[in-house]
Protein backbone atom coordinates (compact mmCIF):
# COMPACT_ATOMS: atom_id res chain seq x y z
CA UNK A 1 0.00 0.00 0.00
CA UNK A 2 1.16 3.76 -1.01
CA UNK A 3 1.96 6.08 2.09
CA UNK A 4 1.72 10.15 2.38
CA UNK A 5 3.87 11.32 4.77
CA UNK A 6 3.04 13.93 7.29
CA UNK A 7 4.85 16.16 9.79
CA UNK A 8 3.30 17.82 12.72
CA UNK A 9 4.57 21.16 14.22
CA UNK A 10 3.17 21.08 17.61
CA UNK A 11 2.78 18.28 19.78
CA UNK A 12 0.32 19.12 22.52
CA UNK A 13 -3.15 19.36 22.98
CA UNK A 14 -4.52 19.01 19.72
CA UNK A 15 -1.07 17.33 17.89
CA UNK A 16 -0.96 14.41 20.69
CA UNK A 17 -5.15 14.18 19.92
CA UNK A 18 -4.20 13.70 16.17
CA UNK A 19 -1.78 10.88 16.54
CA UNK A 20 -4.30 9.10 19.09
CA UNK A 21 -7.07 9.33 16.41
CA UNK A 22 -4.89 8.06 13.72
CA UNK A 23 -3.59 5.46 15.74
CA UNK A 24 -7.14 4.57 17.04
CA UNK A 25 -8.57 5.10 13.41
CA UNK A 26 -5.23 4.33 10.86
CA UNK A 27 -7.21 1.08 9.17
CA UNK A 28 -10.40 2.82 8.49
CA UNK A 29 -8.52 5.82 7.08
CA UNK A 30 -6.46 3.34 5.00
CA UNK A 31 -9.40 1.77 3.75
CA UNK A 32 -11.04 4.98 2.90
CA UNK A 33 -7.90 6.78 1.29
CA UNK A 34 -6.31 3.77 -0.21
CA UNK A 35 -2.80 4.85 1.45
CA UNK A 36 -1.30 4.80 4.43
CA UNK A 37 -1.05 8.15 6.50
CA UNK A 38 2.09 7.94 8.52
CA UNK A 39 4.03 10.31 10.58
CA UNK A 40 6.92 11.23 9.36
CA UNK A 41 8.45 13.67 11.83
CA UNK A 42 6.66 15.55 14.91
CA UNK A 43 8.35 19.02 16.23
CA UNK A 44 8.10 20.26 19.48
CA UNK A 45 10.31 22.47 21.90
CA UNK A 46 9.96 19.90 24.64
CA UNK A 47 10.60 16.44 24.26
CA UNK A 48 10.70 15.39 27.29
CA UNK A 49 7.34 15.90 28.11
CA UNK A 50 4.80 13.03 28.59
CA UNK A 51 2.29 13.57 25.95
CA UNK A 52 -0.27 10.41 26.76
CA UNK A 53 -0.12 8.71 23.66
CA UNK A 54 3.15 6.01 22.36
CA UNK A 55 5.70 7.14 19.89
CA UNK A 56 8.64 5.61 17.67
CA UNK A 57 10.97 8.71 20.00
CA UNK A 58 13.77 8.78 16.35
CA UNK A 59 10.78 10.38 14.89
CA UNK A 60 10.57 13.29 17.20
CA UNK A 61 12.81 16.49 16.79
CA UNK A 62 13.07 20.08 18.24
CA UNK A 63 13.88 21.62 14.99
CA UNK A 64 10.47 22.25 12.91
CA UNK A 65 12.54 22.87 9.58
CA UNK A 66 13.51 18.96 9.51
CA UNK A 67 9.57 18.87 8.62
CA UNK A 68 9.93 21.60 6.31
CA UNK A 69 12.90 20.53 4.44
CA UNK A 70 12.02 16.91 4.08
CA UNK A 71 11.01 16.30 0.52
CA UNK A 72 8.94 12.79 1.86
CA UNK A 73 6.77 14.93 3.74
CA UNK A 74 3.72 15.67 1.74
CA UNK A 75 1.55 17.51 4.62
CA UNK A 76 2.62 19.75 7.40
CA UNK A 77 0.20 19.42 10.24
CA UNK A 78 1.10 23.39 12.50
CA UNK A 79 -0.71 22.34 15.52
CA UNK A 80 1.70 24.51 17.70
CA UNK A 81 -0.22 28.00 17.67
CA UNK A 82 0.19 31.64 18.06
CA UNK A 83 1.75 34.12 15.22
CA UNK A 84 5.21 33.61 15.43
CA UNK A 85 6.86 31.47 14.11
CA UNK A 86 4.09 29.51 12.93
CA UNK A 87 3.60 32.35 10.03
CA UNK A 88 6.69 31.32 8.68
CA UNK A 89 7.02 28.02 9.25
CA UNK A 90 3.41 27.84 7.18
CA UNK A 91 5.09 30.04 4.36
CA UNK A 92 8.21 28.06 4.31
CA UNK A 93 6.08 24.84 3.87
CA UNK A 94 4.10 26.59 1.27
CA UNK A 95 7.37 27.53 -0.79
CA UNK A 96 8.97 24.27 -0.04
CA UNK A 97 5.87 22.76 -1.91
CA UNK A 98 4.07 21.49 1.23
CA UNK A 99 0.12 21.03 1.62
CA UNK A 100 -0.79 22.76 5.25
CA UNK A 101 -3.20 21.50 7.38
CA UNK A 102 -3.81 24.40 10.60
CA UNK A 103 -5.72 24.93 13.47
CA UNK A 104 -4.51 28.13 14.19
CA UNK A 105 -7.31 30.34 13.91
CA UNK A 106 -5.24 33.41 15.08
CA UNK A 107 -3.09 33.24 12.73
CA UNK A 108 -5.45 32.74 10.09
CA UNK A 109 -7.47 35.90 10.92
CA UNK A 110 -4.47 38.30 10.92
CA UNK A 111 -2.06 36.74 8.20
CA UNK A 112 -4.69 34.66 5.99
CA UNK A 113 -4.96 37.17 3.51
CA UNK A 114 -1.19 36.81 2.94
CA UNK A 115 -1.23 32.88 3.59
CA UNK A 116 -4.04 32.02 1.10
CA UNK A 117 -2.51 34.51 -1.28
CA UNK A 118 0.59 31.89 -1.24
CA UNK A 119 -1.03 28.61 -1.52
CA UNK A 120 -2.44 30.14 -4.54
CA UNK A 121 0.67 31.01 -6.00
CA UNK A 122 2.18 28.08 -5.42
CA UNK A 123 -1.11 25.71 -5.96
CA UNK A 124 -0.53 23.79 -2.77
CA UNK A 125 -3.76 22.85 -0.25
CA UNK A 126 -4.38 24.40 2.83
CA UNK A 127 -6.60 22.54 5.09
CA UNK A 128 -7.98 24.41 8.10
CA UNK A 129 -11.26 22.82 9.41
CA UNK A 130 -10.33 22.75 13.11
CA UNK A 131 -9.92 26.39 12.98
CA UNK A 132 -13.14 27.24 13.66
CA UNK A 133 -15.89 24.54 15.50
CA UNK A 134 -13.68 21.82 16.57
CA UNK A 135 -15.03 18.67 15.35
CA UNK A 136 -17.92 20.22 13.59
CA UNK A 137 -17.37 20.29 9.65
CA UNK A 138 -18.78 23.97 9.44
CA UNK A 139 -15.73 24.92 7.00
CA UNK A 140 -16.12 22.15 4.54
CA UNK A 141 -20.32 22.84 4.97
CA UNK A 142 -19.86 26.20 3.58
CA UNK A 143 -17.64 25.27 0.92
CA UNK A 144 -19.45 22.10 -0.53
CA UNK A 145 -22.65 21.44 1.28
CA UNK A 146 -23.90 25.24 1.36
CA UNK A 147 -21.94 26.54 -1.92
CA UNK A 148 -25.00 26.28 -4.07
CA UNK A 149 -26.80 28.58 -2.03
CA UNK A 150 -26.49 32.55 -1.06
CA UNK A 151 -25.50 32.53 2.83
CA UNK A 152 -27.86 35.16 4.56
CA UNK A 153 -26.25 34.95 7.98
CA UNK A 154 -23.87 32.93 10.18
CA UNK A 155 -24.63 32.95 13.62
CA UNK A 156 -23.55 30.81 16.79
CA UNK A 157 -21.33 29.65 19.63
CA UNK A 158 -18.08 29.26 18.05
CA UNK A 159 -15.81 29.09 21.96
CA UNK A 160 -16.07 26.49 23.64
CA UNK A 161 -14.37 27.85 26.78
CA UNK A 162 -16.77 30.79 26.87
CA UNK A 163 -19.89 28.15 26.35
CA UNK A 164 -18.18 25.95 29.41
CA UNK A 165 -18.11 28.98 31.67
CA UNK A 166 -21.38 30.23 31.45
CA UNK A 167 -22.70 26.84 31.42
CA UNK A 168 -21.24 25.98 34.56
CA UNK A 169 -22.18 29.18 36.24
CA UNK A 170 -25.78 28.94 34.59
CA UNK A 171 -26.41 25.53 35.31
CA UNK A 172 -24.09 24.43 38.54
CA UNK A 173 -23.88 28.15 40.05
CA UNK A 174 -20.27 27.64 39.71
CA UNK A 175 -17.80 30.68 40.09
CA UNK A 176 -15.98 32.01 36.45
CA UNK A 177 -12.35 31.68 37.93
CA UNK A 178 -13.20 28.13 38.36
CA UNK A 179 -15.22 27.17 35.66
CA UNK A 180 -12.02 28.91 33.65
CA UNK A 181 -9.34 26.66 35.65
CA UNK A 182 -11.92 23.22 34.53
CA UNK A 183 -12.03 24.23 31.02
CA UNK A 184 -7.98 25.08 30.87
CA UNK A 185 -7.17 21.67 32.83
CA UNK A 186 -9.57 19.75 30.02
CA UNK A 187 -7.51 21.20 27.56
CA UNK A 188 -10.31 24.12 25.74
CA UNK A 189 -8.71 27.15 26.31
CA UNK A 190 -6.42 29.40 24.38
CA UNK A 191 -2.50 29.19 25.51
CA UNK A 192 -3.73 33.19 26.50
CA UNK A 193 -7.58 32.17 27.38
CA UNK A 194 -8.32 36.35 27.55
CA UNK A 195 -8.61 35.10 23.63
CA UNK A 196 -11.42 32.62 24.62
CA UNK A 197 -12.89 34.78 27.79
CA UNK A 198 -13.04 38.72 25.93
CA UNK A 199 -14.55 37.50 22.12
CA UNK A 200 -10.92 37.42 20.89
CA UNK A 201 -11.31 33.78 19.52
CA UNK A 202 -14.88 33.85 18.89
CA UNK A 203 -14.04 37.09 16.50
CA UNK A 204 -11.32 35.63 14.79
CA UNK A 205 -13.49 32.37 13.57
CA UNK A 206 -16.38 34.48 12.85
CA UNK A 207 -13.81 36.33 10.38
CA UNK A 208 -12.62 33.35 8.80
CA UNK A 209 -16.40 31.92 8.08
CA UNK A 210 -17.54 35.43 6.68
CA UNK A 211 -14.16 35.31 4.10
CA UNK A 212 -15.84 31.92 3.07
CA UNK A 213 -19.76 32.71 3.24
CA UNK A 214 -19.47 36.45 1.91
CA UNK A 215 -15.83 36.06 0.01
CA UNK A 216 -14.12 39.03 1.77
CA UNK A 217 -10.53 39.56 2.68
CA UNK A 218 -10.42 38.45 6.50
CA UNK A 219 -12.01 41.52 8.36
CA UNK A 220 -10.22 40.76 11.40
CA UNK A 221 -9.78 44.47 12.27
CA UNK A 222 -13.34 45.48 12.11
CA UNK A 223 -14.95 42.69 13.90
CA UNK A 224 -16.58 44.48 17.22
CA UNK A 225 -16.10 42.54 20.23
CA UNK A 226 -17.37 42.12 23.57
CA UNK A 227 -16.28 39.04 26.07
CA UNK A 228 -18.10 37.51 29.00
CA UNK A 229 -16.07 38.96 32.01
CA UNK A 230 -18.47 41.53 32.97
CA UNK A 231 -21.65 38.58 33.08
CA UNK A 232 -22.66 37.87 36.64
CA UNK A 233 -24.82 35.20 37.96
CA UNK A 234 -27.33 38.02 38.91
CA UNK A 235 -27.46 39.08 35.11
CA UNK A 236 -27.90 35.00 34.35
CA UNK A 237 -31.12 34.76 36.88
CA UNK A 238 -32.45 37.80 35.64
CA UNK A 239 -32.41 36.43 32.08
CA UNK A 240 -33.99 33.38 32.86
CA UNK A 241 -36.52 34.47 34.61
CA UNK A 242 -36.87 36.99 30.88
CA UNK A 243 -36.84 33.82 29.51
CA UNK A 244 -33.62 33.78 28.38
CA UNK A 245 -30.45 32.31 28.33
CA UNK A 246 -26.79 34.21 27.74
CA UNK A 247 -24.45 33.19 25.06
CA UNK A 248 -21.58 34.63 23.54
CA UNK A 249 -22.78 34.81 20.22
CA UNK A 250 -20.76 35.05 16.76
CA UNK A 251 -22.58 36.96 14.09
CA UNK A 252 -22.04 37.71 10.79
CA UNK A 253 -24.88 39.13 8.28
CA UNK A 254 -25.11 40.18 5.02
CA UNK A 255 -26.71 43.58 5.01
CA UNK A 256 -27.09 44.96 0.64
CA UNK A 257 -23.47 46.45 0.18
CA UNK A 258 -22.18 45.75 3.93
CA UNK A 259 -21.46 43.12 6.44
CA UNK A 260 -22.65 43.33 9.91
CA UNK A 261 -20.08 41.29 12.10
CA UNK A 262 -19.73 41.11 15.97
CA UNK A 263 -19.05 38.67 18.94
CA UNK A 264 -20.83 39.57 21.81
CA UNK A 265 -22.50 38.08 25.01
CA UNK A 266 -26.07 37.49 23.92
CA UNK A 267 -29.49 36.95 25.46
CA UNK A 268 -31.17 34.28 23.72
CA UNK A 269 -34.82 33.00 23.73
CA UNK A 270 -34.74 29.69 25.82
CA UNK A 271 -37.16 28.06 23.19
CA UNK A 272 -34.00 28.53 20.46
CA UNK A 273 -32.15 25.31 19.85
CA UNK A 274 -28.75 27.69 20.52
CA UNK A 275 -29.89 28.79 24.10
CA UNK A 276 -30.05 24.85 25.06
CA UNK A 277 -26.05 24.48 23.50
CA UNK A 278 -24.05 23.87 27.00
CA UNK A 279 -20.43 22.52 28.05
CA UNK A 280 -17.81 23.01 25.44
CA UNK A 281 -20.28 21.94 22.81
CA UNK A 282 -20.43 24.48 19.64
CA UNK A 283 -23.32 25.55 17.49
CA UNK A 284 -23.46 27.54 14.60
CA UNK A 285 -26.69 28.30 12.48
CA UNK A 286 -26.38 29.00 9.08
CA UNK A 287 -28.94 30.91 7.22
CA UNK A 288 -29.04 30.33 3.03
CA UNK A 289 -31.97 31.85 0.96
CA UNK A 290 -32.54 28.75 -0.36
CA UNK A 291 -32.01 26.30 2.20
CA UNK A 292 -33.70 28.19 4.84
CA UNK A 293 -31.65 27.54 8.71
CA UNK A 294 -29.24 24.83 9.00
CA UNK A 295 -28.11 24.40 12.24
CA UNK A 296 -24.61 22.18 12.97
CA UNK A 297 -24.02 21.45 16.47
CA UNK A 298 -21.06 19.14 18.27
CA UNK A 299 -17.89 19.29 20.27
CA UNK A 300 -16.18 22.57 19.81
CA UNK A 301 -12.92 21.82 21.61
CA UNK A 302 -10.40 19.43 22.94
CA UNK A 303 -8.36 17.05 21.77
CA UNK A 304 -10.36 14.28 20.17
CA UNK A 305 -12.94 16.19 18.46
CA UNK A 306 -10.59 18.42 17.08
CA UNK A 307 -8.28 15.62 15.76
CA UNK A 308 -11.39 14.08 13.79
CA UNK A 309 -11.38 18.06 12.07
CA UNK A 310 -7.39 17.67 11.02
CA UNK A 311 -7.42 14.42 9.83
CA UNK A 312 -10.87 15.09 7.69
CA UNK A 313 -8.38 17.53 5.70
CA UNK A 314 -5.83 15.49 5.75
CA UNK A 315 -7.72 12.50 3.90
CA UNK A 316 -8.87 15.17 1.63
CA UNK A 317 -5.35 16.29 0.74
CA UNK A 318 -4.36 12.36 0.42
CA UNK A 319 -7.12 11.52 -1.61
CA UNK A 320 -6.51 14.86 -3.66
CA UNK A 321 -2.85 13.77 -4.37
CA UNK A 322 -3.48 10.68 -4.85
CA UNK A 323 -6.03 10.92 -7.50
CA UNK A 324 -4.09 13.87 -9.27
CA UNK A 325 -7.16 16.81 -8.07
CA UNK A 326 -5.88 18.66 -5.60
CA UNK A 327 -7.27 21.84 -4.95
CA UNK A 328 -10.85 20.94 -6.43
CA UNK A 329 -11.87 23.63 -4.32
CA UNK A 330 -10.60 27.16 -3.70
CA UNK A 331 -9.53 27.40 -0.88
CA UNK A 332 -11.42 30.74 0.33
CA UNK A 333 -13.99 28.90 -1.49
CA UNK A 334 -14.72 31.83 -3.68
CA UNK A 335 -12.38 32.45 -6.73
CA UNK A 336 -9.29 34.52 -5.86
CA UNK A 337 -10.17 36.93 -8.36
CA UNK A 338 -13.56 37.21 -7.20
CA UNK A 339 -12.33 38.15 -3.14
CA UNK A 340 -13.51 41.43 -2.46
CA UNK A 341 -12.91 43.94 0.71
CA UNK A 342 -16.39 43.85 1.68
CA UNK A 343 -17.45 47.51 3.85
CA UNK A 344 -17.78 46.35 7.51
CA UNK A 345 -21.43 48.09 9.03
CA UNK A 346 -20.74 50.51 12.11
CA UNK A 347 -21.38 48.86 15.01
CA UNK A 348 -23.21 52.01 15.90
CA UNK A 349 -25.72 51.72 13.18
CA UNK A 350 -26.65 48.23 14.64
CA UNK A 351 -30.23 47.44 16.03
CA UNK A 352 -31.30 44.81 18.65
CA UNK A 353 -33.74 44.75 21.49
CA UNK A 354 -31.46 45.10 24.71
CA UNK A 355 -31.14 44.35 28.28
CA UNK A 356 -29.85 47.22 30.92
CA UNK A 357 -29.21 46.68 34.16
CA UNK A 358 -29.08 49.56 36.55
CA UNK A 359 -27.72 50.02 39.82
CA UNK A 360 -30.20 52.54 41.30
CA UNK A 361 -31.22 53.94 44.78
CA UNK A 362 -34.59 52.89 45.44
CA UNK A 363 -36.15 56.36 45.72
CA UNK A 364 -39.49 57.98 44.19
CA UNK A 365 -39.13 59.14 40.85
CA UNK A 366 -36.07 56.70 39.78
CA UNK A 367 -37.96 54.95 37.11
CA UNK A 368 -39.60 57.68 35.57
CA UNK A 369 -36.04 59.25 35.45
CA UNK A 370 -34.79 56.03 33.35
CA UNK A 371 -37.16 55.84 31.22
CA UNK A 372 -37.38 59.73 30.51
CA UNK A 373 -34.45 59.84 29.00
CA UNK A 374 -34.64 56.20 26.98
CA UNK A 375 -37.60 58.01 25.97
CA UNK A 376 -36.04 60.97 24.69
CA UNK A 377 -32.91 58.89 22.78
CA UNK A 378 -36.21 57.04 21.03
CA UNK A 379 -35.98 53.71 22.76
CA UNK A 380 -38.98 52.35 24.21
CA UNK A 381 -39.40 49.39 27.13
CA UNK A 382 -40.65 46.58 26.57
CA UNK A 383 -40.31 45.20 30.23
CA UNK A 384 -39.12 46.34 33.70
CA UNK A 385 -38.37 44.21 36.92
CA UNK A 386 -37.77 45.93 40.12
CA UNK A 387 -37.46 43.46 43.36
CA UNK A 388 -35.72 44.02 46.00
CA UNK A 389 -36.39 46.81 48.57
CA UNK A 390 -33.56 48.43 50.27
CA UNK A 391 -35.14 52.10 51.32
CA UNK A 392 -32.05 54.49 50.87
CA UNK A 393 -29.62 51.63 49.11
CA UNK A 394 -28.80 50.17 45.47
CA UNK A 395 -31.00 47.79 44.03
CA UNK A 396 -30.60 46.57 40.53
CA UNK A 397 -33.58 47.70 37.79
CA UNK A 398 -34.05 45.81 34.86
CA UNK A 399 -35.19 46.71 31.81
CA UNK A 400 -35.61 44.73 28.20
CA UNK A 401 -35.89 47.36 25.13
CA UNK A 402 -37.73 47.03 21.64
CA UNK A 403 -35.32 47.13 18.51
CA UNK A 404 -33.26 50.22 19.53
CA UNK A 405 -30.21 51.93 17.62
CA UNK A 406 -27.02 50.70 19.22
CA UNK A 407 -25.49 54.86 18.75
CA UNK A 408 -28.99 56.01 20.98
CA UNK A 409 -28.34 53.44 23.81
CA UNK A 410 -25.23 54.02 24.10
CA UNK A 411 -25.76 58.02 24.26
CA UNK A 412 -28.97 57.47 26.79
CA UNK A 413 -26.79 54.87 29.25
CA UNK A 414 -24.10 57.84 29.01
CA UNK A 415 -27.01 60.30 30.32
CA UNK A 416 -28.12 57.86 32.82
CA UNK A 417 -24.97 56.86 34.37
CA UNK A 418 -24.72 60.40 35.26
CA UNK A 419 -27.62 60.55 37.26
CA UNK A 420 -27.45 60.95 41.13
CA UNK A 421 -29.61 58.12 41.72
CA UNK A 422 -27.20 55.52 39.73
CA UNK A 423 -24.23 53.87 41.73
CA UNK A 424 -22.81 51.98 39.27
CA UNK A 425 -22.40 51.68 35.39
CA UNK A 426 -25.24 50.39 33.72
CA UNK A 427 -24.46 47.55 32.02
CA UNK A 428 -26.22 45.86 28.62
CA UNK A 429 -26.49 43.02 26.69
CA UNK A 430 -28.15 42.39 23.41
CA UNK A 431 -31.23 40.01 22.80
CA UNK A 432 -30.87 37.89 19.55
CA UNK A 433 -34.25 37.54 17.96
CA UNK A 434 -35.23 34.09 15.85
CA UNK A 435 -34.29 35.93 12.25
P1 LIG B 1 -0.83 23.38 23.08
O1 LIG B 1 -0.19 24.52 23.75
O2 LIG B 1 -1.37 22.26 23.90
O3 LIG B 1 0.20 22.73 22.04
C1 LIG B 1 1.08 23.46 21.26
C2 LIG B 1 2.40 22.71 21.21
O4 LIG B 1 3.26 23.32 20.26
C3 LIG B 1 3.13 22.73 22.56
O5 LIG B 1 3.51 21.42 22.92
C4 LIG B 1 4.32 23.63 22.29
O6 LIG B 1 5.45 23.28 23.01
C5 LIG B 1 4.56 23.37 20.82
N1 LIG B 1 5.36 24.40 20.18
C6 LIG B 1 5.37 25.73 20.42
N2 LIG B 1 6.29 26.34 19.66
C7 LIG B 1 6.88 25.38 18.90
C8 LIG B 1 7.90 25.38 17.93
N3 LIG B 1 8.52 26.49 17.57
N4 LIG B 1 8.25 24.20 17.35
C9 LIG B 1 7.63 23.07 17.72
N5 LIG B 1 6.65 23.00 18.64
C10 LIG B 1 6.28 24.15 19.23
O7 LIG B 1 -1.95 23.98 22.12
P2 LIG B 1 -3.24 23.25 21.53
O8 LIG B 1 -2.89 21.89 21.07
O9 LIG B 1 -4.37 23.42 22.45
O10 LIG B 1 -3.55 24.20 20.28
C11 LIG B 1 -2.81 24.10 19.09
C12 LIG B 1 -3.52 24.91 18.01
O11 LIG B 1 -4.82 24.37 17.80
C13 LIG B 1 -3.74 26.39 18.36
O12 LIG B 1 -3.64 27.14 17.19
C14 LIG B 1 -5.17 26.41 18.89
O13 LIG B 1 -5.77 27.66 18.73
C15 LIG B 1 -5.80 25.38 17.97
N6 LIG B 1 -7.00 24.72 18.48
C16 LIG B 1 -7.02 24.19 19.74
C17 LIG B 1 -8.13 23.51 20.17
C18 LIG B 1 -8.21 22.91 21.53
O14 LIG B 1 -9.30 22.43 21.90
N7 LIG B 1 -7.15 22.91 22.31
C19 LIG B 1 -9.31 23.32 19.29
C20 LIG B 1 -9.15 23.92 17.99
C21 LIG B 1 -8.05 24.59 17.61
P3 LIG B 1 5.72 23.83 24.51
O15 LIG B 1 4.45 23.74 25.26
O16 LIG B 1 6.77 22.94 25.00
O17 LIG B 1 6.15 25.26 24.32
N1 LIG C 1 -10.12 27.75 22.83
C1 LIG C 1 -11.00 27.32 21.80
C2 LIG C 1 -12.38 27.16 22.37
C3 LIG C 1 -10.53 26.03 21.21
O1 LIG C 1 -12.52 27.11 23.60
O2 LIG C 1 -13.34 27.10 21.60
C4 LIG C 1 -11.31 25.61 20.00
O3 LIG C 1 -11.09 26.43 18.91
Redesign the pocket.
Same mark, same amino acid.
Given at each position: MKSIYIGL?????? %???VVKTLQMNGDIIAKRVGAEIRFKRI????LG?D?GVQVDRSILT???EEILNDPDINIVL?????YH??RE?ILKGIENGKNIV??????LAKHGDEIFAAVEKKGVCIGFE??VG?GIPVIRAIKEGFAGDEILSIRGIVN %?TANFILSKMSDEGRDFKAALKEAQRL?????DPTFDIEGH?SAHKIAILAMLAFGTEIPIDKVYMEGISRITSEDIAFARQLGYRIKLLAIAKGCGDSLDIRVHPTMVQASNPIANVNGATNAIEIHGRAVGAALLVGE????L??SS?VLGDVIEIARGILCGAKNRLPARSWLRENIQKIPIRPMDEVESECYLRFKALDKPGVLSKISGILGSHNISISSVIQKERHKGSGVPVVMTTHSAVEKNIRKALEEIDKLDIIQKETFSLRLEDGK
Amino acid at each position: MKSIYIGLIGFGTV %GAGVVKTLQMNGDIIAKRVGAEIRFKRIADLDLGRDRGVQVDRSILTTNAEEILNDPDINIVLELMGGYHPAREFILKGIENGKNIVTANKALLAKHGDEIFAAVEKKGVCIGFEASVGGGIPVIRAIKEGFAGDEILSIRGIVN %GTANFILSKMSDEGRDFKAALKEAQRLGYAEADPTFDIEGHDSAHKIAILAMLAFGTEIPIDKVYMEGISRITSEDIAFARQLGYRIKLLAIAKGCGDSLDIRVHPTMVQASNPIANVNGATNAIEIHGRAVGAALLVGEGAGALPTSSAVLGDVIEIARGILCGAKNRLPARSWLRENIQKIPIRPMDEVESECYLRFKALDKPGVLSKISGILGSHNISISSVIQKERHKGSGVPVVMTTHSAVEKNIRKALEEIDKLDIIQKETFSLRLEDGK
